[in-house]
């Protein structure tokens, strides 16, 4: 959630932010209302729950224990950069994000959605603008997956496709910026909860918006990958077509890793992915565990990494590496609190494409 609950590490017991002195001035108020001062915010991080307060040049760090809800609200409408910490590093600047805080279905101009039966033998059909499958709510992104039978409007009769099966026996969803939004450089973040259970396989991934090259030939970054089968673990991994083969696009991985997470799906955590032209980097919780030499997919200005791409975020079920299912699990939720991609300021390595 937005608003998480801390421990306090100061003499203060725990803070209430009361009045405004201009964009970030507040007088800051201990829950006995016993001790007061008046300081700048710095910076809230949304993942450790510290909130950095500048009081007369003197620098403050606070764990809240509790927050009453108009401060919680000061918090969420404070500059995005300032609520994750990074901007304060001086090396990103916010350019785009959905903090999902509209109830009802994603913003439209932001996000589209794939439709049907889409890849990799997965069980699910991913529905367009409906509610029990994609909706915002609580803050938060939800992405549900179904145990119902959907029929396929796709459907073929005695059809060996499995895309034209006559209905499923699951729902999802998947949405996506292409069109939208593309990127090329810069830092993602993603604060998510992903759903546990055999089955499930929640995703944060991009995929190289020249379609008609195909897949691999696009180029794919996995930024986050789970399957509730390998319940501790959270995968990275990057797709793309053998450089040396012109003929054939074989597909290659690599530049991929792996982290242990025990149980991923108790909490949110920050998923996040730095990419330049010369390597895309990984990480949890901002602890990075894998790095992708973007060379390996190919030289120079025609490898797939050095061009735009566009993002998605769903929820698969079963499938190729998803496995089999629990049915017993059902309904699932995928919940993302935020997507946040930061460029390069002036100075500090390469800088993000832009939107469409």
């Known amino acids: 959630m937005k608003s998480p609950i801390f421990t306090q590490i100061t003499s203060l017991i725990a803070i209430t932010l009361l009045a405004a002195f201009g964009a970030h001035a507040r007088t800051w108020t201990s829950t006995d209302g016993k001790s007061t001062f008046e300081g700048e915010l710095v910076a809230y991080n949304?993942?450790?729950?510290?909130?950095?307060?500048?009081?007369?040049?003197?620098?403050?760090?606070?764990?809240?224990?509790?927050?009453?809800?108009?401060?919680?609200?000061?918090?969420?409408?404070?500059?995005?950069a300032l609520r994750t910490g990074l901007a304060q590093e001086g090396k990103w600047e916010l350019v785009w994000s959905d903090e999902f805080d509209t109830k009802g279905m994603p913003d439209k101009s932001k996000w589209d959605y794939e439709v049907g039966f889409?890849?990799?033998?997965?069980?699910?059909?991913?529905?367009?603008?409906?509610?029990?499958?994609?909706?915002?709510?609580?803050?938060?992104?939800?992405?549900?997956?179904?145990?119902?039978?959907?029929?396929?409007?796709?459907?073929?009769?005695?059809?060996?496709?499995?895309?034209?099966?006559?209905?499923?026996?699951?729902?999802?969803?998947?949405?996506?910026?292409?069109?939208?939004?593309?990127?090329?450089?810069?830092?993602?973040?993603?604060?998510a909860k992903v759903p546990q259970g055999k089955g499930m396989w929640p995703a944060i991934w991009m995929k190289g918006t020249n379609r008609s090259l195909g897949w691999p030939r696009c180029g794919e970054i996995d930024i986050m990958e789970y399957v509730g089968k390998d319940q501790d673990t959270i995968h990275a991994n990057?797709?793309?077509?053998?450089?040396?083969?012109?003929e054939k696009a074989i597909h290659k991985m690599g530049g991929g890793g792996k982290i242990n997470i025990k149980e991923p799906y108790k909490e949110f955590h920050?998923?996040?992915?730095?990419?330049?032209?010369?390597?895309?980097?990984?990480?949890?919780?901002?602890?990075?565990?894998?790095?992708?030499?973007?060379?390996?997919?190919?030289?120079?200005p025609d490898n797939p990494f050095r061009k735009p791409h566009f993002l998605l975020l769903n929820l698969a079920i079963g499938g190729s590496w998803g496995g089999p299912v629990d049915d017993a699990l059902f309904p699932r939720k995928y919940e993302i609190d935020y997507v946040r991609y930061y460029k390069a300021k002036t100075g500090q390595g390469q800088n993000a494409g832009g939107g469409k």
């Open 270 to 300: 920050i998923y996040a992915m730095e990419w330049t032209e010369k390597e895309i980097k990984f990480f949890v919780n901002d602890k990075q565990y894998a790095v992708f030499n973007i060379d390996m997919a190919g030289e120079g």
């Open 46 to 80: 949304t993942d450790t729950g510290e909130v950095t307060v500048d009081r007369e040049g003197e620098r403050i760090t606070i764990k809240q224990q509790t927050l009453a809800e108009k401060d919680i609200a000061f918090l969420k409408n404070a500059a995005p």
């Open 238 to 246: 990057n797709h793309f077509a053998d450089p040396k083969n012109k």
């Open 118 to 191: 889409v890849r990799n033998q997965e069980k699910q059909y991913y529905t367009r603008e409906r509610e029990e499958n994609v909706r915002v709510e609580g803050g938060l992104l939800v992405i549900e997956g179904r145990k119902e039978t959907f029929k396929n409007p796709r459907a073929k009769p005695n059809s060996k496709n499995w895309m034209e099966q006559e209905a499923a026996q699951y729902t999802s969803g998947s949405i996506h910026t292409f069109g939208k939004m593309e990127f090329q450089y810069g830092r993602f973040e993603v604060r």
